[in-house]
């Protein structure tokens, strides 16, 4: 699919439209959200929601070693707090998993 000239700068105008809507519907409705209740339970439960629906898939994705590999990074963190030698371990736990499977 190519769009024109005129059509591609409609669908960026559109986007632009749109994305600074929710910003500005978020900022002027956000203040009027209750904040205790089942509103409040969604809203602070949202970051953790949207975080496992971007990283899930790939871990499915990346089967049995990428599992693998994030029950590793998530003890490792969980143990050292470090972020860096919890990507080490998980890349090795990746790597690994790979040689066994692959021989």
Known sequence: MTLSGGNAWAVIALAALF?????????????????????????DALPGTIFAALVFPGLA???????????????????????????ILGMGTVALLRAVAGS
Do not use: C
């Open 61 to 87: 994705e990346a089967g049995i070693p990428g599992m693998a590999a994030a029950g590793v990074i998530f003890a490792a963190v969980r143990k050292t707090g470090s972020v860096f030698l919890a990507m």
């Open 19 to 43: 994305v600074y809507a929710i910003r500005f519907l978020g900022m002027t409705f956000g203040s009027r959200l209750p904040k205790t209740g089942a509103v409040r339970r969604a809203m």
